[in-house]
């Protein structure tokens, strides 16, 4: 898919050609991606497509397999798509895919992991608030979001030469964000070539909007969507994921814990809970240690 007109105006040519050459989503991926966006695919059809890769199949039916998923093994890949759903099957699958993209983001001071860490740290924030307030029925897509919000930092680090010094210099001067100096200094920022990587993918239209004004001072045209991958990026912080040079230089609309319905004491539980997951992570793979 070809970048919207508005995003292609408002990026340099070299930025614009290392998205579009990025390495194309899964097959598989790409027609989960349709079923999200309401295409006419069905999960057997897609089961087909996905029968011939083992190693998936074998992931797929372990995790629809665990407690969560009522702890017995399902009868077939179908019914194992249908435990699992369309967002955690493409989790799976996009877990390889970007861990294949990983690269240090000097710009940001954050290591080789890092990056993927703070995605599936903000994952995971997004599904301790639905455990917190499950009344807020969070949309499935907003784990997409939180897992993608920084995707926009591979590209500046694979295709700008720049020192985080110079950003912590630049927003210490001024008195802005780190985000804000990437805007004054480059002309653009992270959130802007994220949200143009997420219409490259075809990914829902909540996703990219979430990617591209995470950072938002003011969230006045908010969505549910977006108010939990702000919420996801403050809590993976909070625990300590992807701070970098950045650190917690960044804004947090103040009216968005308001419109998640959450207090001081819920917003404890939820990074609780998310810390619970990141260790559980890092004890799983050394290398995130």
């Known amino acids: 898919m070809s970048l919207a007109p508005s995003l292609r105006q408002m990026l340099p040519a070299d930025i614009v050609r290392g998205i579009t050459h990025l390495d194309p989503l899964p097959a598989t991926a790409g027609r989960l991606v349709a079923m999200l966006r309401g295409g006419d695919e069905s999960l057997s059809s897609i089961a087909s497509v996905m029968e011939h890769d083992h190693?998936?199949?074998?992931?797929?039916?372990?995790?629809?397999?665990?407690?969560?998923?009522?702890?017995?093994?399902?009868?077939s890949l179908v019914e194992a798509l249908l435990r699992l759903g369309?967002?955690?099957?493409?989790?799976?699958l996009l877990d390889g895919h970007l861990r294949k993209l990983l690269t240090s983001a000097t710009a940001y001071g954050l290591g080789e992991h890092d990056l993927w860490l703070h995605g599936a740290a903000s994952q995971c924030a997004v599904r301790a608030l639905r455990a917190e307030r499950p009344a807020l029925?969070?949309?499935?897509?907003a784990d997409l979001?939180?897992?993608?919000?920084?995707?926009?930092k591979l590209i500046v680090a694979r295709y700008l030469k720049v020192d985080a010094g110079?950003?912590?210099?630049?927003?210490?001067?001024?008195?802005?964000t780190y985000t804000e100096a990437e805007r004054q200094l480059f002309g653009f920022d992270h959130t802007l070539i994220g949200a143009a990587i997420a219409e490259?993918?075809?990914?829902p239209a909540d996703v990219a909007f979430a990617i591209r004004h995470h950072h938002d001072r003011d969230l006045a045209g908010s969505s549910p969507v977006l108010d939990a991958v702000v919420l996801a990026n403050l809590v993976a912080k909070t625990v300590g994921t992807g701070l970098g040079a950045e650190g917690l230089n960044f804004t947090v609309d103040a009216s968005c814990h308001r419109r998640l319905g959450l207090?001081?004491?819920?917003?404890?539980?939820?990074?609780?809970?998310?810390?619970?997951?990141?260790?559980?992570?890092?004890?799983?793979?050394?290398?995130?240690?």
């Open 137 to 141: 029925r969070v949309d499935p897509v």
């Open 55 to 75: 190693a998936l199949v074998a992931s797929i039916l372990k995790r629809a397999s665990t407690a969560r998923f009522t702890g017995s093994p399902p009868r």
């Open 86 to 92: 369309t967002v955690t099957v493409l989790d799976v």
């Open 263 to 289: 207090t001081f004491e819920s917003f404890g539980r939820i990074c609780l809970a998310t810390k619970e997951a990141v260790d559980a992570l890092r004890a799983f793979e050394p290398e995130l240690r």
């Open 200 to 203: 490259h993918w075809s990914f």
């Open 166 to 176: 110079t950003l912590v210099a630049h927003a210490r001067e001024q008195g802005v």
């Open 145 to 152: 979001g939180a897992l993608l919000h920084d995707i926009g």
